[in-house]
């Protein structure tokens, strides 16, 4: 089983200003032995972080934070699969009233289509995903 680190612990762990190292020691205390990863969507996100940097001292830092993550974590796409899921998901859950933002919708399919869960620190919207496991961090 894997793990697909939303950008929000990622974020969280940048401002806090931890390592990588250190990051990746607390998503292993919390989910164990996983094969933790990132979602394609989710590192969509984390670029458009480093270019909204409000100073260029902020975006060497998430520069280098995040290019650092790449070495240790594989990026998995978002498939023609993942979007018919993603699609499904979506239209599903619509008809019950439930509206879950788009890019967690992408990060979720993404995780659900490979059969891993999700780690993040804002489990609300990924928890109206049906069969996806969440942990919280």
Not at 4 to 21: C, K, N, Q, Y
Not at 63 to 73: K, P, T
Not at 82 to 88: I, K, N, V
Request: avoid cysteine; glycine fraction near 10%; charge should be negative.
């Amino acid at each position: 089983m894997g793990l697909i680190l939303d950008s929000s612990v990622i974020i969280t762990a940048e401002r806090r200003e931890d390592s990588v190292e250190k990051l990746l020691e607390r998503v292993f205390v919390v989910s164990g032995d996983q094969d933790a990863a990132l979602s394609s969507v989710g590192l969509t996100e984390l670029v458009h972080g480093i270019y909204r940097a409000q100073n260029p001292g902020m975006r060497r830092q998430r520069e280098s934070f995040i290019g650092e993550l790449l070495h240790d974590l594989t990026v998995y796409p978002y498939t023609k699969d993942t979007a018919m899921l993603a699609g499904r998901l979506e239209g599903e859950q619509q008809v019950r009233g439930v509206t879950i933002p788009f890019g967690d919708l992408l990060i979720g399919a993404t995780a659900l289509s490979l059969g891993f869960s999700i780690l993040t620190v804002n489990s609300r919207h990924f928890r109206m995903i049906p069969g996806l496991q969440v942990i919280q961090l």
